[in-house]
């Protein structure tokens, strides 16, 4: 069974620094890899996809590695905002299904302080 | 703007009383998904549609039940609530047919019970 694990668990960071979010993941048998950010109370936003032939993607300020051998990605957040002050959930999408059925890590609560 | 709407935002229902919430859906995707999020915790999925091919994942309580009419609309029936069941319920959707099955999730619905 896939389990997915984010560290750190919370995180603050004053305004402009550069920061890395981690997610690693148990069963390396993936199709592709989602980084969502959510608001207090919200839902999910997808930010970036990472398909498993892929080893980065790219987003204005966002960054998105991934080591599929060895069940690992990176967020990279540049130039920190107080907007970006949210959640930041991975998660993962298993071969085989024809479709993706997505399992989650808990989070990285992240505060942005001006 | 395609996109994936439910309603209502904000549900209080009574324990044991039934409750019925609605996902709906203008990218036309053939898989619709319905997760349950508690307090700090990820997202867990519950079942998923392809089509109209009902996939229940196998820790779902049998209290959960859901419906998908049409390829627009999902729904999600909680049978007797429980206290237990009080949560962020996100409905997703994703394309079968693109390489990167990525998800598009609606802004949730919060269900309380008293």
């Known amino acids: 069974k896939q389990e997915v694990t984010q560290i750190p668990a919370a995180l603050s960071v004053p305004e402009g620094e550069n920061l890395v979010l981690n997610c690693s993941f148990t069963?390396?048998?993936?199709?592709?890899l989602q980084w969502f950010r959510q608001d207090p109370g919200k839902g999910l936003t997808s930010l970036l996809l990472?398909?498993?032939?892929?080893r980065e993607q790219t987003s204005g300020r966002l960054n998105a590695s991934l080591d599929k051998s060895s069940g690992r990605s990176t967020l990279y957040i540049a130039a920190s905002q107080p907007g970006d002050s949210a959640t930041y959930l991975c998660?993962?999408?298993?071969?085989?299904?024809?479709?993706?059925?997505?399992?989650f890590g808990k989070g990285t609560m992240l505060l942005v302080s001006p | 703007d395609a996109m994936v709407i439910q309603n209502p935002r904000y549900q209080v229902t009574q324990f044991g009383k039934p409750v019925t919430l609605s996902c709906s859906q203008t990218?036309?995707?053939?898989?619709m998904y319905w997760y349950q999020q508690k307090s700090s915790q990820a997202p867990k999925l519950l079942f998923h549609?392809?089509?109209?091919?009902?996939?229940n994942e196998a820790d779902t309580p049998d209290n959960f039940q859901s419906r998908r009419p049409n390829t627009s609309f999902c729904f999600l029936d909680i049978r007797s609530p429980g206290l237990g069941d009080a949560a962020m319920y996100l409905c997703?959707?994703?394309?079968?047919?693109?390489?990167?099955?990525?998800?598009?999730f609606g802004p949730g619905t919060r269900l309380t019970v008293t």
């Open positions: 990218l036309n995707h053939n898989v």
């Open positions: 997703a959707t994703s394309p079968r047919d693109r390489a990167s099955y990525e998800q598009y």
């Open positions: 998660a993962v999408g298993p071969l085989g299904s024809g479709y993706s059925t997505l399992t």
């Open positions: 549609y392809y089509d109209k091919d009902f996939n």
């Open positions: 069963d390396s048998a993936i199709y592709n």
């Open positions: 990472i398909q498993s032939s892929q």
